[in-house]
């Protein structure tokens, strides 16, 4: 980078963008074309104006049921005491479901209150028919020139119905707006040309935002033209909008370079070619967006990162899109949920944070995923998103705040929520849940073991997922459960994890275990003090008497398995400590040195709870046994037992509650914990 | 009909009819299908198993920023006290966001916080960076093998990302299960042939239903094939669900034939060709539906009506292809409603009721839709779906009851309800707001003039249709809010309505007005006492001083415009009185003899409320008055004029309200009443 400029943002609030945006739209708008398209291709196509129905439905007055058609009036005196004789043809006339009543008649008779004579010619009833009893009646449902939908309606499969039944063979809609995609950036490659080792040296990224929002105006009933790559250059760019707008955009969206870099192009480009309406906008993530509108017709930059382009994309283009096509946006289902952290914002912006959700004891917890505006995953792994108002400073924890849902509600009230480290085989269980029990799911939020139980402590999840090693007894889990909660839990081994040296590929340097961490040509990438493993290694090197300082590096930390194989891949240290999939990700090699147990705490009065009892069953089948044991790394052997029950420590005077555990479960206890 | 079948229907519960199916379904399922697909024609898909990430995302550590790249522990001296200077090349290092760090860098510095020095060579900060700050690390959002999405997981936008992120180009998924659609009927001719005379007629019913399940089961993941009509022949029905199977079906739905008449043959082929397992379910509509398996494949007979039919493929369709794709079936967001009046029902049967719902003052009214299975608008229209349970005989008004919401509640919450007497311009006014006002819109439902009233008095919508003439005074409306209402309300006209003579094509008769009606050879039609336009036809016989019992037919009621015109055209009557719309609906004749006075009856207290403004802004508008103008049959010289302030009747000793009508309101009411 030779040369920065340093131009800022000038931030204004969404909607006051918006506003902007759409009064330079109105002040050229053209009306939006309609077209006319066959019934059978309407599915999800948008009406242009009213509907109405070209012919009544039902068209003519019907029987609704088989059985004889009367003239009500003629039926008045039958009774069970003095039933009537009718003469078919006449007073009376078989008639089916469907098929149009007799002039002058207005009733059916169902043929099981209907006896026929002998002779074939009358039929006897012992009840009045009331007129239009089992009559659908002339227009009933809907009469010629009604309005059937209202403009800006979505079709679905109901209103297919309502069309079909008033003779509309051919529906007015809109047109879909076309929304022309141009991806830019002199280092990003189409998806499939990006090559692994490319990736990994950071010479290209891949372009894949255009698929997501592909998507996204597809489902809002647009339609998008994915435009080839441009590069960081101002003439092309220029280029490309023209030539989109040429083959008939209504909208060009451009990404990214929509900030204001020595490379970010877009803003400069649209003042140029037409008007730059707004730079900035004060939300995060999606600070850098950029609206203008070029030739009448708009266009926006939307930032890079995918998290940001999906929020200058739900801010700006969806609103446009219904708006076009007269219906209101899309609007999230809302509700109140309680952080289970707290989540502290900048002022001055506005920020939206998307959060996992639990249901705990009819409560939604709020679990934060990372806000950074590149990670992907907390789009897909996301439940709701809670918005923080610029002017608010943050949220404490356990404040309600409103969170826009992402799923249903009723989902989120079906599934499990599991706060506490982090391991693959939770995503194993939600897997298993879902094919074996459709309807519960297993949500995982990661905040370290102790962070977990204390979670567990506030009532914020379900289970806790935990690895916390006692280094003096060398017992795992049950001294922490102890000092952190007060209510009855039990614990329930889930794997043994691999813990491990891991190391450049081909282990150059030929080590054999714990105690080659103490040679001098070694150097060691360590993990933060607190963490599980800095503790394993502690135990380790405490076995095998090797004083830590003895370890070059022993005080280079790193906050993650990953960050330990990152150092290791590239050569900043020779060897670290950590789990086997983290080796496996990075291609290292991988040097067994112990073995760390993982096991699930969860509270007693959930214990017979369907959700847990399905969980349970998950993780005792073979079938997910074998699939731990295909991960790799895992010990799989007493996955499923209840290996503690901790009674819980209630104050004094406390009252007995009929979920502690009685005395055989205390012997129980004792049991398991000899078994291990 | 010559011969009538009278096999009744077992009755089993939805619940058990569901798990039977599914029981004979595992009995002998084969694994479902499934395919890779490439990661661009994925959306809307189901995974079929897990999809791990195939490369780490980011795959190194980069930039988040631009600025430069330095190793935190060098800069841990930097302050504002002491800026420290770093050497380009060696300590420091340009970059731009996205790029990847050089080897043992482990942070960067924002562009704005360097200063380059004058040799271009080194650069000053005033601030120490920490570790990893503005870096984006090595996996920070997933990590190869790790697991991206679950099985079952339907394939969205920001899924479509998490995937490309993960390096997943192509997806497993399941296969669309393939759903045959059978129609059968001997009257059924397919849609786009049914011509009007036929219809009219009754010699042909238009086949439908195929379009809406296709809708319904395309939106489930499903693939429908429509297959050619059948007749009414059991060897023709049999044959069609061979060729349906033979061509690769997973499930085959037949359409319909499912009941118990002579003429139902659904049942007795899948007993023949298979296992029937159930026939007829405790639930209205949709009871006569047939389930059952032919060659250890699911068939399903859904009865002919399309509310019945909508409700067979809901309960026992979709759940099916939900299953296959393990996936829970979608569900309803579901909120407590109070029904405008009470809901009786059948004892022993489930009963399933769609309803219009307002929101009105924070509480959902829910006004019943007509509930005859033929229906179709009650499926269009419908906002939501109250279930009476089987041991219930039925739900008190005003009683909170829970409803299954087809639409979003906040949509709800921005629409107006009217309750009242019904009129084709309040479904124009509603599309105009829709199409001026994109959130609001209004839903009306149709009791009647003074059930309008009686809602608004229980606070039950937001405004009410009304033409309730004093036969007295001649004036509109005015004495029945008296009589009515508590509370203070405005009238707003809104159109006259012209009444008039239906009379056969061509006017036969000759008839010139209302005198006409006491000729000895003209048959008349009435409508019921209590209505309306009885009430408009007393006045005018009064007008005219002809004594009523002089009409033939006066006694001969019916209960609608549409019945009246019906019997018109069908030659039972002469003459009816009605509206120019029912008329036009059938193609008679119409002659004028009065102007109907049809207004809205407004709460004072939504005088402000915005969705009331946005209303009021619509009517008094050049293009609605145009648009009522070109429906015929109307005049709208005075549409949107407030032509009535009502101050209300409070109890003596009530407390003066804010929104009492003051002394100038008076005033400008009497000067509305003059105006009149």
Chains 1, 2 share one sequence.
């Not at 169902?110 to 004579?117: G, I, P, R, Y």
């Not at 990372?370 to 108002?389: E, K, N, Q």
């Not at 989120?412 to 309807?439: E, M, P, V, W, Y």
């Not at 799989?636 to 037992?641: K, M």
């Amino acid at each position: 980078m030779e040369k920065k400029r340093t131009a800022y943002l000038t931030l204004m609030d969404p909607d006051d963008a918006l506003r902007r945006w759409f009064a330079a739209m109105d002040a050229c708008a053209a009306p939006r074309s309609e077209e006319e398209v066959a019934l059978t291709a309407a599915l999800h196509r948008v009406t242009s104006r009213p509907v109405a129905a070209r012919r009544s439905s039902p068209a003519f007055h019907g029987a609704a049921m088989d059985g004889i058609a009367v003239r009500a009036e003629d039926t008045f005196s039958a009774c069970p005491q003095r039933p009537l004789t009718l003469e078919l043809g006449s007073t009376a006339h078989w008639i089916n479901t469907g098929h149009p009543l007799p002039p002058h008649c207005n009733a059916v008779i169902m043929v099981e209150h209907v006896v026929t004579e002998a002779d074939g010619r009358h039929v006897t009833i012992e009840k009045a028919a009331f007129p239009w009893q089992h009559v659908r009646k002339l227009g009933e449902d809907m009469v010629a020139t009604e309005i059937i939908l209202p403009p800006g309606t979505r079709i679905g499969a109901y209103e297919l119905g309502a069309l079909a039944a008033g003779g509309v063979l051919r529906v007015p809609v809109f047109t879909r707006p076309r929304v022309a995609i141009i991806p830019s950036g002199s280092e990003i490659v189409p998806l499939a040309q990006a090559r692994d080792e490319d990736l990994q040296a950071g010479r290209c990224l891949p372009e894949f935002n255009s698929l997501i929002f592909s998507a996204m105006i597809a489902e809002a009933g647009g339609t998008a033209d994915v435009r080839p790559i441009v590069p960081d250059d101002p003439q092309a760019i220029a280029a490309a909008i023209h030539a989109a707008l040429d083959d008939g955009a209504d909208l060009v969206l451009l990404n990214a370079g929509s900030s204001a870099g020595s490379r970010d192009f877009t803003a400069q480009v649209i003042q140029q070619e037409g008007t730059l309406l707004v730079h900035g906008i004060s939300v995060m993530p999606g600070k850098p967006t950029v609206l203008g509108m070029v030739r009448s017709r708009p266009v926006i930059g939307a930032p890079g990162y995918p998290v940001s382009a999906t929020i200058a994309v739900e801010s700006f283009v969806l609103p446009l899109l219904a708006r076009w096509q007269q219906h209101a946006p899309d609007c999230r289902e809302r509700a109140q949920a309680i952080p289970c952290h707290a989540l502290p914002s900048r002022p001055g912006m506005e920020e939206r944070i998307r959060v996992k959700l639990g249901d705990v004891d009819g409560t939604l917890v709020a679990v934060p995923l990372p806000r950074g505006a590149g990670t992907v995953t907390s789009l897909s792994r996301a439940d709701g998103i809670i918005t923080i108002p610029r002017a608010c400073e943050g949220i404490d924890a356990g404040s309600p705040v409103e969170v826009e849902l992402l799923r249903p509600r009723h989902t989120l009230a079906q599934g499990l929520l599991a706060i506490g480290s982090h391991d693959n085989t939770l995503d194993l269980i939600d897997s298993f849940l879902r094919k074996d029990h459709a309807a519960c799911r297993l949500t995982s939020a990661h905040v370290g073991s102790l962070g977990g139980l204390q979670a567990l402590a506030r009532h914020q999840c379900h289970l806790a997922g935990c690895h916390l090693l006692d280094s003096q007894s060398g017992v795992y889990n049950r001294q922490a459960i102890a000092q952190t909660l007060d209510e009855a839990v039990f614990l329930v081994h889930l794997v043994d994890r691999e813990q491990g040296l891991m190391l450049p590929p081909g282990n150059p340097r030929g080590l054999t275990g714990i105690a080659d961490l103490a040679r001098e040509d070694i150097r060691f990438i360590n993990r933060q003090r607190g963490s599980g493993t800095r503790v394993l290694l502690d135990y380790l090197l405490r076995q095998q008497g090797i004083a830590p300082a003895r370890l070059n590096g022993y005080r280079d930390e790193e906050y993650t398995h990953m960050n330990v194989a990152a150092a290791v891949l590239s050569g900043r240290a020779d060897a670290g400590l950590g789990v086997r999939s983290a080796a496996v990700a990075l291609g290292l090699d991988f040097l067994p040195v112990g073995v760390e147990e993982y096991d699930l705490v969860i509270p007693q009065r959930l214990r017979q709870d369907e959700r847990i009892l399905a969980l349970l069953e998950v993780i005792r089948s073979a079938e997910f046994r074998a699939a731990v044991d295909a991960l790799g790394g895992y010990g799989a052997a007493h996955t499923g037992e209840v290996i503690w029950e901790y009674a819980g420590s209630r104050p004094e005077g406390a009252e007995e509650r009929p979920d502690a555990p009685s005395a055989p479960a205390a012997a129980a206890r004792e049991q398991h914990s000899a078994d291990r």
